[in-house]
């Protein structure tokens, strides 16, 4: 069975700080990985997503992620945070012929 | 662009109760899926449907029945409330294929007392 995990519950960096947000999964073959994040009181929308090629992928507000089979993982990382990146991050793992499953979340908070 | 509209946004209910959310779409999407969001647990997968009258049971599918009669709506009924029960029940739909986007609804809050 496929499992996302997520080890840190919370981060909190200092606005203009490098950012690494950590997803780990378990599947025995390479999966579709996607982060999605949450802004306060909107629904989830999609940063980015990996299905083959460039382990380092680009996404939405200057994010990008890296695909790591080796260590599989796919760690989200951005060169400086702003106040308003402030939000819940998921990542997520999908097979082929099934749904979508999440992690548990990381909560992100930014300080000025 | 299209959205998903969730109704209600807030529900309440006693235990025991059977409770339906609704979740309409205008993308065209062919799959939907419903997801329950818990405070620290993430979204956990209940049912997600590929097409019109499919269903498939996710993770957590345990206590919720769901219904596809349309490919542009699909509904989840909590079949018996939990007393104390508090959750975030989102809706998503995507193209089609694993690979796909989802796109989500802004959820209903449940409550049961």
């Known amino acids: 069975a496929q499992s996302v995990t997520q080890p840190d519950a919370r981060v909190t960096v200092s606005e203009g700080a490098s950012l690494q947000l950590r997803c780990k999964y378990s599947?025995?073959?390479?999966?579709?990985l996607f982060w999605y994040v949450q802004y306060p009181r909107q629904g989830l929308q999609l940063l980015l997503k990996?299905?083959?090629?460039?382990?380092v992928v680009q996404g939405v507000n200057s994010f990008e992620a890296e695909f790591s089979k080796s260590n599989s993982s796919f760690h989200l990382q951005k060169a400086s945070v702003h106040w308003s990146d402030s939000a819940v991050y998921f990542c997520?793992?999908?097979?082929?012929?099934?749904?979508?499953?999440f992690g548990a979340g990381t909560k992100l908070s930014v300080k000025p | 662009g299209g959205i998903i509209t969730q109704t209600p946004k807030f529900l309440i209910g006693q235990e025991g109760q059977k409770l339906t959310l609704k979740c309409q779409q205008n993308f065209n999407h062919d799959t939907m899926y419903w997801y329950r969001q818990d405070s620290g647990k993430g979204l956990r997968l209940i049912y997600y449907s590929i097409t019109e009258n499919d269903l498939q049971k996710g993770d957590l599918s345990e206590g919720y029945d769901a219904s596809r009669e349309k490919k542009s709506s699909f509904s989840l009924t909590v079949t018996s409330a939990q007393k104390n029960e508090m959750a975030v029940f989102l809706c998503?739909?995507?193209?089609?294929?694993?690979?796909?986007?989802?796109?989500f609804g802004s959820g209903t809050r449940l409550t049961v007392l």
């Open positions: 998503a739909s995507s193209r089609g294929s694993s690979a796909e986007t989802l796109y």
């Open positions: 599947y025995s073959a390479t999966p579709y």
């Open positions: 997520a793992l999908s097979m082929t012929n099934n749904a979508p499953r």
């Open positions: 990996y299905y083959s090629g460039d382990p």
